[in-house]
């Protein structure tokens, strides 16, 4: 019996394995798999990896909803985890029949690209445009998990004020506008940002920056919430515990966000886990320091956002930058944002969850940071990726391109956000806001008929008979501000027994 190639005096032959062969290029499906095995392109655990993070970036979905949840008033909880539960399907149909193509098509061009993948046609195994180590349809649903976080992040800005309806169909419109045309600008090959040499490793300008400014652009559309800037609205965060549970999610799903953007396992992979999992820990470190500073208490709800902003930082740089430059983005972010919070109350918008002063600014920090700590030997580590790196290198010029993609993300998302919601305001059924007695009642009961907690209205009702229609809220003592705290200020603990009460009151 003839033996087939032996290594080491072992027959190959004999092993079970597929052997890894070079895309041939043929169709572009990939092949005919009636025929071949379209397989043999590709490892295996490269394809395990990228399918464990498409799970791990799926499970921050939830965790956002959590997250703003927990920093708004008890009868809009259920609310914003809606949206963001509502986000991942909206998007989901999106990107799959139109989504993917405009942002991914292997023809595209500078802006946007063209319809030749509508509805996944021809998305199977040819090598995907972001990789060769991984086919077509695996980065298509790996990318569309990110095309609906960001949409997650950015409708959060509706927070007790808006309506469902108008903001699911914004989904829709933004996701193909703003997302579609900045993701393919900044990670399709032919985009102008990747011609340009700008450097985002997992959505510094795409996911942060372009959510960040259009949850601005949603808030100062809608206007402030009813009582904002009186005792009426002095709050602070409804349920920290759901706030460090969103965490929790975010935090873990962030490694196949940040790792998983190496589109393969390799080294590569292992050190965009290094630094996120050290940015978060650093920039939460450093929030709750600063809060400490004023306070003389160690906030939970800071430390949570500092991790938010150290893992919002850290993800344009995740694959271009050292171990030890963590630490910087950390503690860079953490301050920015945290002294980003007061920037709200200077423009007059009431960014109800900061999402503007977390996301963007949080972005901006990460991408000007990449523009100084991108090393080409780090990006190298996947075997095959090739920069001029950052100033370690001595590549002056590429601060200018980091900031050239910030602003221009900046810039076209806030400008096209505000334009799309304020032509959908004037379309009749698509009014943004909801009217003032459903928002002194509450976008649970008002808008969803659910309810995250069947206690607490009833009760605070009973208890205060009137005053909830005569004031809309309970009184609660503490500065009107920023509900994550920071620089913009802090709350205060509560001053009546109304809300005691009613965490402890009768089911309804």
Request: include cysteine.
């Amino acid at each position: 019996m003839a033996s087939g190639p032996t290594l080491d005096g072992i027959d190959l032959g004999a092993l079970n394995y597929t052997e890894q062969v070079p895309y041939n290029g043929t169709i572009p499906t990939g092949g005919n798999s009636l025929t071949q095995d379209l397989n043999v392109y590709y490892d295996a655990g490269d394809m395990a990896w990228m399918l464990t993070s498409t799970a791990l970036v799926l499970l921050m979905i939830p965790g956002v909803g959590f997250f703003y949840s927990g920093l708004a008033r008890r009868k809009s909880a259920l609310s914003l985890i809606w949206l963001s539960m509502m986000a991942t399907g909206v998007t989901s149909f999106q990107w799959f029949f139109w989504g993917y193509s405009l942002t991914f098509s292997h023809s595209a061009g500078r802006f946007i690209g063209d319809l030749a993948n509508i509805g996944f046609r021809n998305t199977l195994a040819q090598p995907s445009v972001g990789s060769p180590k991984i086919p077509d349809l695996l980065f298509a649903v790996y990318q569309g998990m990110f095309a609906a976080i960001t949409v997650a992040l950015a409708v959060g800005a509706v927070a007790e004020r808006g309506r469902m309806l108008p903001c699911v169909i914004f989904m829709l419109v933004w996701s193909t506008v703003i997302y579609d045309a900045i993701a393919c600008w900044t990670w399709n090959p032919e985009g102008w940002v990747a011609h340009m040499g700008g450097l985002d490793f997992a959505g510094g300008t795409p996911v942060h920056i372009s959510s960040g400014s259009a949850a601005l652009a949603y808030s100062l559309m809608l206007g402030k919430r009813r009582g904002h800037g009186t005792h009426e609205l002095n709050f602070r965060p409804h349920n920290v515990t759901q706030i460090i549970i969103g965490t929790v999610f975010l935090w873990v799903g962030w490694f196949g966000f940040n790792a998983g953007s190496a589109l393969s396992a390799s080294m590569r992979a292992v050190m965009a886990a290094v630094v996120t999992n050290l940015a978060a820990s650093v920039g939460g470190v450093t929030w709750c320091l600063l809060d400490y500073r004023l306070e003389k208490k160690w906030s939970a709800v800071g430390f949570c956002s500092g991790v938010v902003a150290g893992l919002v930082a850290i993800t344009p740089g995740s694959g271009y930058v050292p171990a030890w430059s963590a630490v910087v983005y950390g503690v860079a972010a953490g301050a920015a944002c945290n002294y980003g919070t007061k920037i709200k109350f200077l423009l007059g918008i009431d960014d109800a969850l900061d999402i503007f002063a977390v996301h963007a600014i949080g972005g901006l920090v990460g991408n000007l940071c990449t523009g100084f700590f991108a090393a080409d030997y780090i990006a190298h580590l996947d075997g095959f990726t090739h920069i001029h790196g950052g100033w370690l290198n001595h590549h002056w010029i590429q601060l200018a391109y980091q900031l050239a993609d910030s602003v221009s993300g900046f810039a076209y998302s806030f400008g096209g956000s505000c334009l799309i919601l304020f032509v959908m305001n004037l379309i009749p059924g698509l009014r943004l806001r909801a009217s003032e007695e459903a928002e002194v009642l509450g976008m649970d009961d008002a808008e969803i008929g659910e309810f995250a907690y069947d206690y607490v209205e009833l009760t605070r009702d009973v208890i205060n008979g009137d005053a909830l229609v005569d004031e809309g809220e309970s009184k609660y003592s503490g500065d009107v501000d920023s509900p994550i705290g920071g620089q913009g200020g802090h709350e205060k603990g509560f001053s009546s027994s109304t809300d005691e009460t009613a965490l402890r009151g009768g089911m309804r």
